[in-house]
């Protein structure tokens, strides 16, 4: 993930003051509500509606869809591919407790006119921190779109608000949580073969190794995933695609 380079935050943080910043955004029962910044920071973000429509149609360069959250068991919107994978990993994210797609217009003036920007996300952590993330790779961002990111972090910034950035997810990293997120419905790791499996990895072992100490692969295999998805096992994902020889070990056990 990349931070939005801190010169350019503090260029625009130091021109715009809290007050310069409005909100825009629909509640829960889809009534537009608006006002400053400063006022509204402490509105649940996490809970709002989109702003706007995800757009479809015939030769569209960009996929649109929806993606169920594991986290909350609802369906947060997406407008690409590369925002599918990092709503994704906000999913696999065990510190992450909500997530809205859309979530509000800031708006501020730039000299005469006014303008406004969506950031793509707003997700809110276990300890009641909040994250606006933008989803751009580096390599498509024209200078208009950089001073609007940069004018965002510098508000999330005013209001203790967390801003990133962020292009591609690492191509292993996304694979193997692309992988697991099949398996991401609770209902694959409850009951007996998920108390086996903890026992069986509670000690660091590959992952064939302690499937087959288990017992039935076939059976076992959906509910390891899950408890990887869910961090109650763990591997290293980043490093290679998951496989027979990957290191399986309980949370917590090094």
């Not at 290679?240 to 990957?246: E, I, V």
Request: a negative charge; charged letters at 25%; proline letters at 4%.
């Amino acid at each position: 993930m990349t931070e939005c380079p801190v010169g350019a935050v503090l260029a625009v943080a130091a021109e715009l003051i809290v007050d310069d910043f409005g909100v825009t955004y629909v509640d829960v029962d889809g009534v537009e509500e608006r006002g400053l910044l400063d006022v509204l920071w402490s509105v649940p973000f996490e809970r709002v509606l989109p702003v706007r429509g995800f757009s479809s149609f015939k030769g569209q360069r960009n996929f649109s869809g929806w993606w169920w959250l594991a986290t909350t068991g609802e369906h947060v919107g997406f407008e690409s591919w590369l925002e599918r994978d990092q709503l994704m990993m906000l999913d696999f994210d065990r510190d992450v407790v909500a997530v809205s797609s859309q979530p509000f217009w800031l708006s501020w003036r730039d000299g005469a006119r006014r303008r406004r920007h969506a950031p793509d996300y707003f997700a809110r952590s276990a300890d009641g921190s909040a994250l606006v993330m933008d989803v751009r790779p580096d390599d498509r961002i024209p200078s208009e779109d950089a001073e609007a990111f940069a004018v965002t972090a510098a508000a999330c910034e005013l209001v203790g608000w967390r801003y990133l950035r962020v292009g591609a997810v690492d191509a292993v990293f996304a694979a193997n949580v692309r992988w697991l997120a099949g398996y991401r419905h609770r209902r694959f790791g409850v009951g007996e073969r998920a108390e086996l499996l903890r026992g069986v990895f509670a000690t660091p072992r590959p992952l064939a190794e302690g499937v087959a100490v288990a017992g039935d692969g076939l059976a076992l295999l959906p509910v390891l995933f899950h408890l990887l998805w869910s961090g109650v096992l763990v591997t290293d994902a980043v490093v290679a695609p998951l496989g027979a020889d990957s290191i399986i070990c309980a949370a917590g056990v090094s």
